[in-house]
């Protein structure tokens, strides 16, 4: 098995009035709030967290968000290009440029190329469907953002791959008439191809196409549903079937000292789940294109949602009421009831790996085993307010006493 | 055809597209093209307007129960397949009465097709840009709260907000389709066409711009500047009436909308 290490780069230090208030944590909350010398020191953190990584032989995930708490990684290329040239062992995963949300994929195939090119074929590339605030963030069109994210893996895959260029593309949503990109990519034909959903639709054509489909915190019922569809939609198109190196799966995951420890510093990784998902409706249950309409009574009319922010009229009316009875995360997630999840419930859904290395690799290997295996662990090692010293510390534990027992583990066909 | 029951559910057919549309009243041919969401059949102003035209009101591809074609998916679309609506009716001139996005393809329609227009009426109408490139013209009801919106939408919103809990299983998913699909064809530029400015002077018929005093999606002053670009146009408003005039003030909206028709 593969592990890779994954620090969104959260930004919690807001104060906590001024988050309560706020409808939104994400797309909305002013930048004001975002102090640039806090945020170097983050960036800094970080890459250092990376650099220890790739000193221990655990690969390295850069992703992607806008304008949030949640996440410092809006310009995914730039980190990539810094990783490209300072990890020198392991490999990158971009998870990923957010394709859909970028006007000319000809442009994300070239920087690409580039860091494949410079961390000389260690670069794997993922694409994320994206989605709820990234659509204003990034003035989206939420109603075709499948259709583009679809068209703009094509246009991406043709563009690493054609040799013979320039080739002209005149898509739906993108059109380029003149592709020729240099570098071309150095793995052949092209840099190993990732895609994270956990629709059962989108991953039956992530199946169909090969990629590694990598579920983020779906827990065993949305992993397995997940895997499944991938398989059988391969299965019906007479598709070979595939080893478990084609699954990922990632979780929130610290080692402690002791057992006590891993649970009590993991347990801030799920601030990612209770801060940091805070959305305003009008970025989730009432996005456009985000609910198929026929599921949108039971949408619109869902009732209750502790979390949800207290804004609007203040005169007791019908609206305040309703409105109040809105839940403020995107309806996938509270319908996993994610946002109010505790370190029991977290632990017991496959959703948070923590403990001493025995005990983390014990729930690891019983999570592989309901889910039918998978060939590559996406370790969240650090969010909220974990310090940069407990995740350096995890880190080095996972690598000395939990990372060995993993990587024996080969790729196998699936059960 | 005043029977409400009947009217529901039929269809008017344009080549391989079908519309979901209400047919009302007797006299003048009125096609109405509806804004943000289709028109309740029990609307007031419907039976209202019927008894002084013959009012015809289809639900755009993707929104209400019309179902849209594939790969139909912009403003262009429904632009070109009004003009079929135009030719395929069987009068030589037609009103054209187009509600807030209605009012959007309204104003391209008679810029385009003038011969085939009686006489025009926009409320509240999207479609163009007026103020500077910093100052939106018409409120984001996408990246707004939708309570917000709901503020901006109506003189009296305590009255006229929706309560989803109010509303059956088919009113909700009409409501949704009608989100997305004003999401698909209105995204960006957001609501209007930067180049139809220029081209609105082709309006070559007596044009009624009319908005809702209250109108806090976009505002009276919009409409003034809209109504300026249209040669020979004009102006007017419907006190205590914000984005939808034709719900919040039924018989203002038909007195002064009847009123020009019959001019």
Redesign the interface.
Known sequence: MEVWYHNENPYPFVPPDVLDCA?SVR?SLPNKYCDPQIAADLFEETFDEFMLCDERGINVVAIEHHAGINSLFGANPLVLGILARQIRKVRILSMGTLISLRPDPVRVAEEYATADVISRGRLDIGFVKSGASEM?SN?A????NIERYWEAIDLVTKALTFQEGPFSWEG?HYTHRHVNIWPRPWQQPHPPLWAATGDPETAREVGRRGMVNVLVLRGEEGTRRAWSAYRQAREEAGLPEVMTDHFAYAALVYVGATHEEGVEIGSKLLWFLNTSLKM????AQ????A?P??F??QV??TASGPDTPA???TDG???QQ??ANKPAAPAILNVGGLTNIDTAQAMARGILFAGSPATVYQQIMDFYRKVGGFGHLVMIGRSGFMTHAEAEKGIRLFARDVLPRLKEIAPVTPP | MNDIEAAVGERLSVEDIELEVIRRGQGRPVLLLHGLHTVDPQAPFLDLLGRRAEVIVPSHPGFGHSERPADFDTVYDLVHLYLDVLEALPHERVSLVGLSFGGWLAAEIAAACSHRIDRLVLVDAFGIKISDRETPDILDVFNTSPQEVQQHSWHDPEKWTPDFNALSDDEIVVHARNWDALCLYGWQPYMYNPQLKHWLRRIRRPTLVLWGASDGIVPPSYGRAYSALIPGSCFDVIAEAGHHPEIEQPEAFVDRVAAFLEE
Do not use: E, I, M
């Open positions: 409808d797309a204003a003035n069109n939420p109603v075709t739906k305003a409706p009008q970025y009432f996005l456009p294109g609910t309409p026929h949108a009574p619109y009319r804004k609007g009229p009316s019908r609206a309703a409105q």
